[in-house]
């Protein structure tokens, strides 16, 4: 079990020379996500060896531009690509109508169904789920109706400890799917060989919050409680916390007190505001509060084995 972020793209508002909207590209226990896509995503994924063909799930944080203009030429990509599997988009009411719009002007006519999930609750809930990864809604507080996600594998089963196993001539392989899912063995002789003497436990599981646009908001604490990996946005630093509150964003110091509040493994911070030439700031003034900080780049893989 494993995760890879890829930060395609982690600046705020306008694109410009090496600075890119908002654009993750997660792969987590074998599935492969989209997060966000502002204008440029597509041209991110290509520089940075993204499959086109493993992206089947988009999710969307909220309509502003930074975080979905690159939505649509996404699309058209994939229909020119002959895509024909399903994709499925999540994201706020409003998504489908937008998405629609512009492939129905533009005479789009994809071979592939898009499957649109649209979001309206301000609770927390579960937006997908398959026998391997979760993904739970993180109800944010923006300027637009926003969502932040969680992305979690599932516990995997225990494994074999072979040694032990092969200690018991009567154990036949037939018998590992049942000993793997916790069961004990009985023996011909009566004699119970209790699971934890015949394996190992799982590998811990992995799991990602990625908070988007949003004022600080301790009511996530109890949803991210203990992930591994934290991505949170920091448009500015503690010398516009005005500007921060006025505009529902937060700041590097307040990013830090909800990992520190969470206790995350890890916090990665974005999302930058052109008006700070440095980002370095970003890090310095988060590890006043908490010491594990990463800075999104364009292109930095961020990786949990």
Do not use: W
């Not at 944080?61 to 030429?73: E, M, N, R, V």
């Amino acid at each position: 079990m494993s995760l890879q972020l890829t930060i395609l793209g982690c600046h705020s508002a306008t694109p410009r020379e090496n600075a890119y909207p908002t654009s993750q590209y997660l792969e987590i226990n074998n599935r492969h996500f989209l997060i966000d896509c502002g204008e440029g995503t597509q041209r991110q994924m290509r520089k940075h060896k993204v499959s086109f063909a493993k992206i089947n799930h988009i999710f969307i944080s909220h309509l502003h531009g930074d975080h979905f203009y690159g939505l649509i030429g996404l699309i058209s990509t994939f229909g020119i690509l002959n895509r024909e599997k399903e994709l499925h988009i999540y994201g706020p009411k409003g998504i489908k109508e937008v998405t629609n719009l512009q492939l129905k002007v533009s005479k789009s006519y994809s071979k592939f169904d898009i499957i649109f999930h649209e979001l309206t609750s301000k609770n927390s809930e579960l937006i997908f789920e398959d026998d391997k990864v979760s993904v739970t809604t993180i109800p944010l507080t923006h300027r637009v109706y926003t969502n932040g996600f969680l992305f979690r594998e599932k516990e995997s089963t225990r494994k074999l400890h072979i040694e032990n196993v092969q200690q018991y001539p009567e154990i036949q392989t037939c018998d590992y799917h049942n000993i793997k899912a916790g069961k004990d063995v009985l023996l011909e002789s009566g004699e119970i060989i209790k699971n934890e003497e015949l394996t190992l436990p799982p590998v811990k599981s992995k799991s990602f919050a990625f908070c988007s646009d949003t004022s600080y908001k301790e009511d996530i604490i109890p949803i991210i409680k203990n992930v591994d990996l934290l991505y949170h946005e920091t448009t500015f630093l503690s010398d516009r916390e005005d500007l921060a509150k006025k505009t529902k964003h937060s700041t590097a110091k307040q990013a830090a007190q909800i990992a520190s509040q969470a206790n995350v493994n890890q916090l990665v911070i974005g999302h930058y505001s052109s008006r700070y030439k440095n980002i370095e700031l970003f890090k310095e003034e988060a590890e006043t509060i908490f010491p594990k900080v990463i800075l999104a780049e364009a292109g930095k893989k961020i990786s949990l084995i």
